[in-house]
């Protein structure tokens, strides 16, 4: 009775810390988030301890089932990497965190509570200030969505071009609603922090249109 109350503790205590970090991905809308994560962590401690217990019921290998989590959890992790556009691609940091996190599992399920624990914190910690670190030093570079509206979609881009020449950047995925009252044209632009908060001034103090939204980056990492 003993071992599976333990059995149980660790599977509650993979799950707790698969979910945090499922939590910081969640937040920032990421693809792999927090079911994803939590089932992730909960799985590799349920497979360590399968691999474990039906080995010691069997005169088994103790590691045969537990090496497998690994080739797996690459499937997975491939499955989040996506090649959107040019020579962007996003998910890396999706697909790395999986990996992780299936250590994290692991690790509980061999009964390494606090090196999972300390691996939990440190993902967070570096999820957290790399990224702030990447933007403030000008680093990263992101995909950003912006929608104008304007009385012509043709004139609109004309004048967009003619903003984004002098620094050589190009509207991608460009898309035209017209309404009633006028024409919206969303496009994205990839570049560096500076870059977008450059270019979003640029269109707003044009005055060439009815309106400027700054939507946000585009699945970054």
Not at 172 to 192: D, K, L, W
């Amino acid at each position: 009775m003993t071992i599976v109350w333990t059995d149980l503790w660790k599977l509650l205590l993979a799950a707790a810390l698969g979910g945090v970090i499922g939590l910081e991905r969640e937040a920032k809308h990421r693809p792999a988030g927090l079911r994803t994560n939590l089932f992730i962590c909960m799985g590799a401690a349920m497979f360590t301890l399968l691999s474990d217990q039906i080995a010691g019921q069997h005169t088994g290998d103790h590691t045969r089932i537990a090496a497998q989590i690994i080739p797996g959890i690459g499937f997975i992790g491939a499955g989040s990497i996506i090649h959107a556009r040019g020579d962007l691609v996003t998910g890396i940091t999706s697909a790395s965190t999986l990996f992780v996190v299936a250590s994290v599992g692991m690790a509980i399920g061999g009964g390494m509570y606090i090196t999972a624990i300390f691996a939990t914190g440190l993902v967070l910690i570096f999820l957290s200030l790399l990224g702030l670190g990447e933007r403030f030093l000008n680093l990263k570079l992101m995909v950003h969505c912006y929608e104008v509206s304007g009385r012509n979609a043709d004139d609109i881009k004309h004048q967009i071009n003619g903003l984004l020449e002098p620094l050589h950047s190009m509207m991608q995925n460009v898309q035209v609603a017209p309404t009633p009252q006028h024409v919206r044209v969303r496009f994205e632009c990839e570049g560096t922090r500076k870059r977008q908060a450059h270019i979003i001034k640029l269109l707003r103090e044009s005055g060439a249109f009815d309106s400027v939204a700054a939507l946000g980056p585009v699945q970054a990492e």
